[in-house]
């Protein structure tokens, strides 16, 4: 059974950092794509960052790109996404999603997901 969690959500003051985790179980870690993505209440759901297999290729939104890092521990079966410069439009839930299917990265094909059960960001201005 595959399980993602995450960890790390909460309330940060505008300018303020926070780090995401996400632990993977149930699935060949090492072997697969994984992303963040986030989704604020009355919108879709929004790629926010992706990383292949072993950490060498990272990508981002354009919203978030230079703010936010992404990085991966394969020993730890963990993902993370840290969270600099947070303004009060990061506000969101953010969801960790693993894709067994591509190992450069995230398909465009969503259905081919493993999805978390989201961590709530809140940035206060």
């Known amino acids: 059974q595959v399980q993602l969690v995450e960890s790390g959500g909460g309330l940060a003051q505008a300018g303020g950092s926070l780090r995401l985790s996400c632990a993977a179980s149930?699935?060949?870690?090492?072997?697969?794509?994984m992303g963040w993505f986030r989704q604020a209440p009355g919108k879709e759901r929004e790629f926010v960052a992706a990383?292949?297999?072993?950490?060498?290729?990272?990508y981002y939104a354009d919203s978030v790109q230079g703010r936010f890092t992404i990085s991966r521990d394969n020993a730890k079966n963990t993902v993370y996404l840290q969270m600099n410069s947070l303004k009060p439009e990061d506000t969101a839930v953010y969801y960790c999603?693993?894709?067994?299917?591509?190992?450069?990265?995230?398909?465009?094909?969503?259905?081919?997901?493993?999805w978390g059960q989201g961590t709530q960001v809140t940035v206060s201005s």
């Open positions: 999603a693993g894709d067994p299917s591509n190992l450069s990265g995230l398909s465009v094909n969503r259905a081919r997901y493993y």
């Open positions: 990383i292949n297999w072993s950490g060498a290729d990272r």
């Open positions: 149930g699935l060949t870690f090492s072997r697969c794509g």
